[in-house]
């Protein structure tokens, strides 16, 4: 069956450190892997898009990596700080139709 | 300001009652989805439209009806006929650029308690 996994357990760091979160995905084949943060009782909100095509996509202290072969696509967070702390979830697009997300893993960092 | 509206935040519903809830998008998207959020899950993908006038149903349909009669307008319509409504309701919009897919926006969402 198909299936996303995110760590459910919440990871805690602390601040100024690099923040690792893992989606790993099994039975698709995803055409783009897209990340998202929610805070609690908001909407989520778009943060990286990387093709299957790309191994890695950055955007300011955010980096993405995508690894069809393992099925897995890491977020990393550098330099994180307080207001870095929500939940992250991925989401997959096989481009058939909508996206499919995972339940998201929360980050929690400490001043 | 462009985005996505849904109202109302917070609803209120007797067992039984149909509610619809609103979502509105001024960015000019072709897509919008609607998507269940329930405690410490992911996003459940409910219904979803690619054009006006046209939906297809998503993993979770059944209870739920929507219209697209015109493109910036996605209300979605919980019936009673939906076993465990009590949930928050998120919609989304997006479009396509030449490279491929962008990101979905979404609304601030509804929280839906039905007692």
């Known amino acids: 069956s198909q299936k996303i996994e995110q760590n459910s357990e919440a990871l805690n760091i602390q601040e100024g450190k690099t923040a690792t979160l893992t989606c790993n995905y099994t039975?698709?084949?995803?055409?783009?892997l897209q990340w998202y943060r929610q805070d609690p009782g908001r909407g989520p909100v778009f943060l990286l898009l990387?093709?299957?095509?790309?191994k890695e996509k950055r955007k300011e202290r955010l980096k993405v990596t995508f690894d069809t072969t393992l099925k897995q696509s890491l977020f990393h967070i550098t330099a994180s700080q307080p207001a870095d702390s929500a939940t992250y979830l991925c989401?997959?697009?096989?481009?058939?139709?909508?996206?499919?997300f995972g339940s998201g893993t929360r980050l929690q960092v400490q001043p | 300001d462009g985005g996505i509206t849904q109202s109302p935040k917070y609803l209120f519903r007797k067992e039984g009652q149909n509610v619809t809830l609103s979502c509105e998008q001024n960015?000019?998207?072709?897509?919008m989805y609607w998507y269940r959020q329930d405690p410490g899950q992911g996003l459940r993908l409910i219904y979803y439209?690619?054009?006006?006038?046209?939906?297809q149903k998503g993993d979770i349909a059944e209870g739920y009806s929507v219209s697209r009669e015109k493109k910036e307008s996605f209300p979605l319509t919980v019936t009673s006929a939906q076993k465990n409504p009590t949930a928050f309701y998120l919609c989304?919009?997006?479009?396509?650029?030449?490279?491929?897919?962008?990101?979905?926006?979404f609304g601030p969402g509804t929280r839906l308690t039905v007692t």
């Open positions: 990387i093709r299957e095509n790309e």
């Open positions: 989401a997959l697009d096989t481009g058939r139709r909508a996206l499919t």
């Open positions: 960015l000019n998207h072709d897509a």
């Open positions: 439209s690619q054009i006006v006038n046209d939906f």
């Open positions: 989304a919009s997006s479009t396509m650029d030449d490279r491929g897919r962008k990101g979905q926006y």
């Open positions: 039975n698709y084949s995803p055409a783009y």
